[in-house]
Structures are given as C-alpha cells and as structure tokens.
C-alpha cells in the first residue's frame, strides 16, 4: 500500500480518537456510569488502535531495507511515539485516563509529519549483532514508558495544582484521584526502571565501545538518569515519596534520559547535516 495514503490514514484515525476521547470526557457523570458509554469509551480506543496499526506499517517501511535498520533522528522519534501510543492506549482500555490519550495522539501526529517530511540516516548495517538490536531495542522501550511517566508527572502537576486551590474544573474533575494517578504512575516508572536496568546491563555486557568518545556522554546521562528514578523509587518504598517530590524526580530523570537518548543524535543528524 502506498506509504503516503498509510501516512494519512494514520493522522486521521489518530485525530478521530482524540476528538472523540475529548467528546466523551465531555459527557455528563451519568453517561460515564452507564455500561453503554464504557463500550462506546472502548470502541473510540479501538479507532486509536488502528491507527498504531497503520502507524506500525508505516514505520516498518521506513525503517527497514536490504541495507539493514534505519534508526535515524526522526525514525526513532516514531518508533518511541509507537510504544508510547501503545502504552497509552491500554492504559487508557483499563483506567479513566483518556486525557493522556488525548494530549498525547496530537504529539504523536507531528513526530509522524517530521518523519514524513524529514529525512535523517543512522543504520545499523544488515547482520548487525543481536546484542545490538536487543540493546536499542530495550533502550526504545525503556525509553518510552519514563517517557510516559513524565507526561503522566505533568497531568498530576496540573491536578495537584488544582485540587490545592480547589478548582478541580473542566478535564481535571475527569482524572482519576491522586492516589490512583499516582499508584498508576509509579507502576509506568518501575516497568520503565526495568527496562532501563536491562539495556544498561546489556550494553556493559556485550558492546566493547559504550564508553566511547561519541557515545561516553549517552553512557553517563543514561547512568545518571537510573541513579535517579532508583533513588525515586527507593525513597517512595522506603520514606514515602509522593505528590511534589514524585512529580520533580521523575521530570529530572527523564531530562537526562531525553539529552541522552536524542540530544546527540539531533545535532549530528539534524544541526550538522
């Protein structure tokens, strides 16, 4: 199918299921508690699935060839928003957090039109080592949910805000409570911490060159970045950190987690060509 019409497939469907997950949070309390809206909530996810799918294909065709894998600037941003969506939207099929969806499906449309319109190289050759693609490939994934994390972080910002000056109005009424928000969003960050975890260790085991002059700085922020969601951890398990703290750990850790996984490769791939 042509890569331009899978393009535009995809921008629809995603933007159909952001508007309609707009409507629905719009909708009256009675109409969330009826079994019929919750069907109707899980047909509009279905919508944002399809778009992943197209996404997915879309994707595929850019990033594969008989050369070997194409993991270039933008190639990469899409693949990251592909996890992303795919995270968001289960999530959203389980929990009362359409927001997320919403705010983040407009995000992935334009990583989608950079790509589209972009052009930026990196390839990891045809018969490139396993330990190579399984260490991208964790570092993507792990990569993705403290991405998710963060954005999560940002939306309990904006309710705690809220709630403490007591105009919990508009979409904040629709969240779920802080506890929950924050329960969910030390689940994304521990699922995220693994991945992280592995890709560091998998990287340290099988590749010679992780301290390399061009990849040293990648290794330290990356380093830096699980220094940071492990102390996050530890001290929401062992002293209770939450609300404020929570939301300031999680921000600094995916900073130095973004500079390392994209800093670089914007400016060798996007500055400097």
């Known amino acids: 199918m042509n890569n331009t019409i899978l393009t535009f497939g995809t921008i629809l469907l995603y933007l159909t299921c952001s508007i ?6 719009n909708q009256s309390s009675r109409a969330d508690a009826n079994n019929k809206a919750r069907l109707s909530k899980r047909i509009i996810v279905l919508v944002g699935f399809g778009g992943l799918l197209l996404h ?34 289960t999530a959203t099929w389980r929990h009362p957090v359409e927001i997320l969806t919403i705010i983040l499906l407009p995000i992935t449309i334009v990583t989608i039109a950079l790509e589209y319109f ?13 330990a ?14 403290l991405a998710l994390a963060a954005l999560q972080a940002i939306l309990l910002s904006i309710q705690n805000k809220f709630l403490h000056a007591h105009q919990p109005g508009g979409l904040i009424k629709r969240l779920p409570p802080l506890k929950n928000m924050e329960t ?28 390399a002059q061009q990849l040293a700085h990648k290794t330290v922020l990356s380093i830096l970045a699980w220094l940071v969601f492990l102390a996050l951890l530890v001290g929401h398990w062992q002293m209770g950190w939450r609300g404020r703290t929570a939301i300031r750990w ?14 670089s490769k914007f400016v060798l791939e996007i500055l400097l060509t």
């Open 20 to 25: 309609l997950l707009f409507i629905y949070l």
């Open 56 to 89: 997915t294909l879309v994707l595929y065709s850019s990033m594969f060839s008989d050369a070997g894998i194409n993991f270039g600037f933008y190639n990469a941003m899409s693949l990251v928003s592909v996890f992303l969506v795919l995270f968001t939207l």
């Open 118 to 130: 972009g052009t930026s190289s990196h390839l990891l050759p045809a018969g490139s080592s396993t």
């Open 132 to 145: 190579l693609i399984f260490h991208v490939s964790t570092s993507i994934i792990a990569y993705s949910l």
């Open 184 to 211: 969910l969003l030390f689940e994304v960050i521990l699922a995220g911490f693994i991945m992280l975890t592995i890709s560091l260790g998998s990287g340290l085991l099988f590749l010679e060159n992780m301290f």
């Open 250 to 263: 999680t921000l600094s850790g995916f900073i130095s987690l973004m500079l390392a996984y994209f800093g």
